[in-house]
Every structure is written in C-alpha cells, then in structure tokens.
C-alpha cells in the first residue's frame, strides 16, 4: 500500500537558519504530493502540494519538489521565522482527497 | 467563508460516559471526514462521507465509536461509553468531489479521565 516515510523530529532551529525536513514515499501509480502544516491549537491546512513529476510547490517561502527517480518531496525554506513553528505533514494521493496518506508528522520550534 | 467548524474545543469527561463531536463542513463540499490524532499513532481516518452517505468506515476502531450525518451541513461523532484510551484530538474535513485538497476543522481535543 501507499506510505509516508517523515524525517523523524523535533526540530530546533535559529531564526533565519535552513530548514529541510525529509519526505519520502511509496505509492502505486503516479501520486500527488502536498505539505500540511498544523500551528498549534489548529488543524491541518494545507501548505503546498505538486501533481507531477519535476513540478515545484511553493508557498510562504517554503518549497518542495516532486522527484520521482527518488521518490522524495522535501520540504526546505531559506531562513525560517519563529512563527514557522508548527508540525509539518507529507502526504500523497493517487486518487483524491478521500485516499489521502499522510506521514506521521515533524515538529518544528524556531528560536529567536 | 467560516471554513470547518468544530464542536466542542475541549472535552474532558470521565470514563462510561457518553461523547459526542460536532462538525459542520464547508457549504457545497460533499465529502465529509473524521480523522483522530495522538502522538502514538499520527494521523488516523476513521470514517468519511459522500454526500451525507457513509463510504468507508474500516478506520472506526470498534462498535463504541459510531458517526452520522443527517444532511449536508452537519456530522456527529458519538463514542459511547468512553475509554481513557480515546483520548486523542478529534478533526473533521471536508472537501469537494474531484479535489484532491482536505479543509481541516480546528479540531475537538478530548480527554477522558
């Protein structure tokens, strides 16, 4: 079956400093791939998502991009802020949104 | 748009007694989900709705856990009677037929002593 593979967390970063968090999956077919991310205190929203080989998600300063030769849709930013503390979810589909996988979630805590 | 909206925040009830989660989804979407949250198990599906008919209930984890939806703008999640163990953070979603994207709820945490 499909499955979500997250870089485990939590993440601690400075402010301004890089951030990638790994994602990596297995599905049959050709899937979707989208970033959730939840702030706390709220649910899931989505953050970006790419429907094919190659294409680029992008939102907020945050980016990710579809590999499909390693099936990986890392998520990175440049320089991350303290409001970007949240958890972060990598999820697929290969059909739609009722058939949604989602990996198991890293957390994130920016310092000032 | 109010986007989901989730009842109650917060529930905290003692174990045996009756629980019942709220949801109104997004006016013109026609699938419906509950999802449960913990930190053991992530992000699990319980059950999910197309227009107001159940579809596919295998994620329920057993015949205390039972959902309705009566119409288009509203679902119910009832576990009854409550465990300890369902103690978790409880989020509806709702989404349009051929999309491919989830609108979550600010979800409902429960906590059952």
């Known amino acids: 079956g499909d499955s979500v593979t997250q870089m485990e967390g939590p993440v601690t970063l400075s402010e301004e400093a890089f951030l990638t968090i790994n994602c990596t999956y297995t599905?049959?077919?050709?899937?979707?791939l989208f970033w959730y991310v939840q702030y706390p205190g709220e649910g899931l929203q989505l953050l970006l998502k790419?429907?094919?080989?190659?294409d680029k998600g992008s939102n907020k300063g945050f980016e990710a991009t579809y590999r499909k030769e390693t099936t990986s849709f890392h998520l990175e930013k440049g320089s991350v802020q303290v409001s970007d503390s949240a958890v972060y979810f990598c999820a697929l589909t290969t059909r739609s949104a009722r058939q949604l996988t989602f990996g198991s979630g890293t957390q994130l805590t920016v310092l000032p | 748009d109010a986007g989901v909206i989730q009842s109650p925040r917060h529930e905290v009830t003692e174990m045996g007694q009756e629980v019942t989660l709220r949801c109104k989804p997004i006016?013109?979407?026609?699938?419906l989900f509950w999802y449960r949250q913990t930190m053991m198990r992530g992000l699990e599906l319980l059950i999910y709705f197309n227009n107001n008919v159940p579809i596919d209930d295998s994620g329920m984890p057993e015949d205390r856990f039972s959902a309705k939806m009566p119409n288009a703008s509203f679902s119910t999640l009832k576990i009854q009677p409550s465990e300890p163990r369902d103690s978790a953070v409880y989020f509806c979603?709702?989404?349009?037929?051929?999309?491919?994207?989830?609108?979550f709820g600010a979800g409902s945490r429960l906590t059952v002593l």
């Open positions: 979603a709702s989404t349009i037929s051929g999309a491919n994207v989830l609108t």
């Open positions: 006016s013109g979407h026609d699938y």
């Open positions: 599905a049959t077919g050709y899937p979707s």
């Open positions: 790419a429907t094919k080989a190659d």
